[in-house]
């Protein structure tokens, strides 16, 4: 059956060049499902066509595994979808990008280490092999859980162009880890811990971390994504998501230009009381201000993970992402409003972890005033509270 059979066409058979209409209408998860589940959730319907929403998918996973969401995620330990194979998020590359590189001081070490962090904001050395050559050149090689015997290891340093040209092989592993580390002697030969065996007599020890992400393309591609497709979940009236005022947001989604010509983002305070006591909350807003069509994109808001992240752009400026009272927001610029005469919509929900998780879910959907809580960018103005 084709799209226009089943009573509506795919928002992204405008521009032409995008979508070529060849699937029928499919719901869309307009917040990544590998954000959480939550309780009175609505998917996008009647907007995105299967083909589109099989490419937005792929999209969704960029944030989640390469982003600081993918911490996040694994400080509150919140999975994907029952059907999908559980990541090894600290280990494995996605789509050719290296995993999220955690570092912390352990006491009785000399040197920071690289980290795997665990659900309850816990941690511990990921599995590593650090190569040495006699030129000084050295490469990090992450090995997944899923490389369980030396042949396997073999054949994934291979993928890696590690040859045996190496002149030193160091291995970073969680102290019990005899398994990998038995592992490793019997595909490699003799090796060496990195540094001294730690004194493990201030163990478990709080210590603090940091963490450098480089945001990706695609990483600003999905946050539209998130953005573009929340406006059209709001379903205000007179919109369908076809209009040309959305052309260079679609075509942005679809494969990316200059961020900077549609997403600004800023650190501002965050408003706990539209929470309470919850650990955090993804905060979405959208609407038409003025004459602009935008939307607001707050993931982990209000985190009480006591994490700081820095989170820098492309343009090389630096963000401190997470404080409990302090949020990371990106604004998005959909476009001008499609309507003649100036006009104010607006649309904001909070998606707010619980405490206790009931079943199924990690917590619940609520609608919030996007009163003083919620920024918007107002050209000419920048990042101001959408009051
Ligand atoms: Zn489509």
Redesign the pocket.
């Known amino acids: 059956m084709s799209g226009a059979a089943k009573g509506g066409r ?1 928002i ?2 405008l521009p032409n060049g995008l ?1 070529a ?1 060849r ?1 029928g209408l499919s719901e869309e998860d307009y917040l990544p499902r590998g954000l959480g589940k939550f309780k009175g959730y609505e998917r996008l319907t009647g907007k ?2 299967e ?2 929403d099989n490419q937005f998918g792929k999209l969704d996973e960029i944030p989640l595994t390469s982003g600081p969401e993918a911490i996040f995620r694994a400080i509150y330990g919140i999975e994907g979808r029952k059907t999908h194979r559980k990541r090894d998020t600290f280990h494995e590359t996605t789509h050719g990008r290296q995993p999220v590189e955690v570092v912390g001081r352990l006491p009785g070490d000399e040197s920071p280490t690289r980290l795997e962090v665990l659900t309850g904001n816990q941690g511990q050395p990921r599995r590593e092999l650090v190569f040495e050559w006699h030129d000084n050149r050295s490469k990090v090689v992450t090995v997944p859980r899923k490389i369980d015997t030396p042949d396997k290891l073999q054949k994934h340093l291979k993928g890696k162009s590690i040859g045996r040209d190496w002149s030193k092989c160091i291995v970073n592993c969680p102290a019990d880890d005899e398994g990998f580390q038995e592992m490793v002697q019997r595909c490699l030969g003799k090796i060496e811990q990195l540094g001294e065996p730690s004194d493990r007599r201030g163990y478990p020890a709080i210590v603090p971390v940091a963490s450098l992400i480089e945001l990706s393309p695609e990483y600003y591609r999905a946050i539209a994504k998130i953005a573009f497709h929340f406006f059209m979940w709001c379903s205000f009236a007179g919109i369908t998501g076809l209009e040309n005022v959305f052309d260079g947001i679609k075509e942005f989604i679809w494969r990316g230009d200059q961020p900077s010509k549609y997403l600004r983002s800023a650190a501002g305070p965050f408003d706990r009381n539209q929470i309470g006591d919850a650990p955090y909350a993804h905060v979405l807003s959208a609407g038409v201000v003025g004459n602009e069509a935008v939307a607001t994109v707050q993931l982990f808001a209000g985190s009480d993970s006591g994490v700081n992240l820095i989170a820098r752009a492309t343009d090389g400026r630096s963000f401190p992402v997470q404080l409990k009272n302090m949020s990371f927001v990106w604004i998005v610029k959909l476009g001008r409003s499609p309507f003649r005469i100036a006009c104010d919509l607006r649309r904001a929900l909070a998606f707010v972890a619980g405490r206790q998780t009931t079943v199924g879910f990690i917590g619940e959907v609520r609608e919030l005033t996007p009163a003083r809580s919620i920024m918007v960018w107002r050209p000419g103005f920048g990042p101001q509270f959408w009051a």
């Open positions: 795919c992204y058979m979508c209409g699937y995105v066509c083909g589109c």
